[in-house]
């Protein structure tokens, strides 16, 4: 840590107070398709655009003749970037390109600050060749536990924290994980957009076309389908409560779509846009996170988790680590690891939505716990932590310095 009055304090302190930066580029390397689902990713950086020129390089997208690429902004102030690669190329040269991509972003800075911020460790691949101010490592997911995960996804997160300056965490499962791994760690769990999802407390909202026939009562998931969904758990209960509607919203992905369960009251309805989701659980009974226990779930924390809760939806969850605690220990989440046990507490919970008087505690305690988080003071703490590890290695390097201290040690970490 540093004293109250070493050097680096005063030259910190004239850092600190220089006239204002010209905006930073920040160099989004993601295994993520943009438009695919509204997440984290999307939370955080369309945030981050507010004070950085933001690019989001996807992985590759093979068509056409040549390797170039596509720019596209989008309405947040996001510039997503697709290296487009013709089919049957070798790896090495799409890695190659990709670097290119990443390169030509990072020229643009032409003196400004540039983060380098990374969501998947294979782009360490290509990666590695930008010259970056920070290079920041946003671990969301433990992708080595994902279907088709490569078997050099261990490999490289290891080069990448080795150089990574600074280290976020998806929620405490993950930071717990990868505990000793890197000294400029922090827990950032899933955060929430309140008032965004609060609209579906809303009276009159116009129910989709999609499920404005269904009956009640409606249990409702939303988000990605594939193998961290619990699909035999999802069947039984269907058989289990005939009169109950099941609606699951969300693309299909790494599963095949022949293997979803199927019954006269179980209705997959496809992805949907992020802003539209409100209107969807304004008139569900219940949100449902019917997730499986598996490697693939293990150290998940589900974003939707407080959206259902903003939304004013009880909860019923399986037993995932970051949704038991805080959610469940604080009984905001009912938790049930059977079928016979998740409709059992449906039951219990629909009667208790049915009376006023434990409806609006239920709603008041929900909100008491949602207010002390929001994707808006999740970023600016994370930036925060960015900024801090820049301008400790702006005194660390300035003259006068003694040459020892690194730039951790001088932010005090």
């Known amino acids: 840590m540093r004293g109250a009055s070493s050097p680096f304090d005063f030259q910190f302190d004239i850092l600190t107070k220089a006239a204002p930066r010209p905006r930073p580029i920040l160099l989004v ?18 945030r981050a655009a507010q004070s950085c020129d933001v690019f989001f390089v996807e992985e590759p997208i093979f068509e056409g003749d040549t390797m170039t690429e596509r720019r596209l902004l989008r309405d947040q102030g996001v510039t997503v970037v697709q290296p487009l690669v013709p089919p049957g190329t070798a790896e090495a040269d799409v890695i190659f390109h990709q670097g290119d991509i990443a390169e030509s972003i990072a020229d643009l800075a032409q003196g400004r600050p540039v983060y380098l911020w990374y969501y998947t460790p294979m782009a360490y691949a290509f990666g ?35 150089r990574a300056d600074v280290v976020f965490t998806g929620g405490a499962s993950l930071h717990k994980a990868a505990a000793g791994r890197h ?19 809303r009276a009159r909202m116009a129910d989709p076309d999609d499920q404005a026939g269904l009956p009640h009562p409606r249990i409702g998931y939303f988000g990605v389908i594939d193998e961290r969904l619990n699909l035999a758990l999802i069947a039984e209960m269907a058989a289990a409560r005939p009169a109950w509607q099941f609606i699951m919203v969300g ?13 006269a009251n179980l209705h997959w309805l496809g992805g949907k846009h992020y802003d539209d989701l409100p209107r969807y659980l304004a008139h569900w009974d219940l949100g449902f996170m019917p997730f499986a226990l598996n490697d693939a779930t293990r150290f998940i924390s589900p974003t939707k988790t407080p959206e259902f809760l903003a939304a004013g939806l009880p909860v019923l969850s399986t037993p995932i680590h970051d ?18 046990q998740m409709v059992a507490a449906g ?33 600016a703490d994370m930036q925060a932590q960015i900024r801090h590890v820049e301008l400790a290695a702006a005194a660390a390097n300035a003259p006068g310095t003694v040459a020892s201290l ?8």
């Open 406 to 413: 690194s730039a951790r040690e001088a932010a005090g970490v």
């Open 29 to 46: 390397l993601s295994h993520l398709r943009w438009d695919f689902v509204f997440q984290r990713p999307q939370h955080l950086l369309t």
């Open 128 to 162: 590695h060749r930008v010259d970056a101010d920070v290079v920041i490592f946003d671990k969301m997911d433990e992708l080595s536990a994902f279907k088709f995960a490569s078997p050099q996804l261990r490999m490289l997160e290891s080069l990448l924290l080795d």
């Open 251 to 263: 693309p299909i992905a790494k599963i095949d779509p022949a293997d979803l369960p199927r019954a």
């Open 323 to 340: 949704v038991v605690e805080p959610y469940g220990s604080r009984g905001l989440v009912e938790i049930a690891a059977t079928a016979a």
């Open 183 to 201: 000294d400029n760690l922090h827990c950032f769990p899933s955060s929430i957009d309140a008032a965004h999802f609060g609209t579906a407390r």
């Open 347 to 379: 039951d219990m919970a629909l009667a208790r939505r049915a009376q006023p008087a434990q409806e609006k505690a239920r709603l008041a305690m929900v909100d008491s716990f949602l207010a002390g988080g929001s994707w808006d003071r999740t970023w």
